[in-house]
């Protein structure tokens, strides 16, 4: 069954990037998962964003409409992306949180896979009613029976650690979608696989008249020429010039195979 992967960035527009001028880690979540459905595309799965900006002293109901549209899509797995707020430099990592207490085994090899891709230590698998308490997002997991996780990468309650953030957004982004493709068993897209036979040869027809515009203007760029010749009755250099003209041109299809 061809993978469906919905990504659900923060929207914690509350939580700043300490140190960082107007720096969110709403802000952050959505530039790194810009670059995780980029690079999941290269991949041989379907990948969809879905995205609601927090508003007011808590962004909980957008999260809900977030949710329902990314379960509306019918996905085989749902990741959220997320940073840490614990302001401990000691415990900055990697912090996988799973909706099943039987799914922490599977939580910490993909929290090792992202660690080991983004470069920042593991730290700690945990599951919802236990160390995950009872987050929204991992109870509709659970709710809808779908296989999914939520990841803290890093920090930003102090300045170093969201400086490293926020400076690795492209890092983070990349290196959690092949930690991810790995875990899941995905290949890299095969684009000439992706191609029939029609397409191929209108992609050979295409090429084929790319060189030909090619070897029209060589035989343009000499009848401006000739034309110039011949209007100052200069017959002479008028015949030099066509025959030049077709000795470029020869050479000129010998050179792109035509």
């Known amino acids: 069954m061809r993978e469906r992967i919905a990504i659900v960035p923060s929207n914690q527009h509350q939580n700043t ?4 001028p107007g720096g969110t880690e709403e802000k952050f979540a959505l530039a790194a998962c810009a670059w995780l459905v980029r690079r999941l595309g290269e991949y041989d799965c379907d990948v969809a964003s879905f ?3 927090g508003r007011g002293a808590e962004s909980t109901d957008e999260l809900a409409v977030m949710i329902d549209q990314a379960l509306a899509w019918k996905p085989t797995y749902v990741f959220s992306l997320h940073s840490d707020a614990v302001g401990d430099q000691a415990t900055t990592g990697i912090l996988m949180l799973m909706a099943r207490p039987e799914d922490a085994e599977k939580g910490q090899h993909l929290g090792r896979l992202i660690a080991e891709r983004v470069g920042l230590p593991y730290k700690a698998t945990w599951v919802y009613g236990v160390g995950a308490r009872k987050i929204m997002y991992l109870r509709a997991l659970r709710d809808h029976s779908l296989q999914g996780s939520l990841v803290e990468v890093g920090e930003h309650a102090t300045a170093a650690e969201a400086a490293w953030n926020w400076a690795h957004v492209k890092e983070v982004g990349v290196g959690v979608a092949d930690a991810l493709a790995e875990y899941l068993g995905l290949t890299l897209r095969d684009e000439e696989d992706d191609m029939t036979d029609e397409d191929r040869k209108l992609l050979g ?5 790319l060189k030909l515009g090619r ?3 060589v035989a343009r ?3 401006m020429e000739i034309i110039k010749a011949l209007a100052r009755g200069d017959e002479d250099t008028a015949a030099k010039l066509e025959l030049e003209k077709d000795a470029a041109v020869e050479t000129e299809r010998k050179a792109l195979g035509l």
């Open 221 to 223: 760029s000499y009848d």
């Open 51 to 53: 995205h609601v900006p």
């Open 215 to 217: 070897v029209s203007d």
């Open 17 to 20: 990037l300490t140190g960082i």
């Open 205 to 209: 027809e295409i090429n084929r008249l």
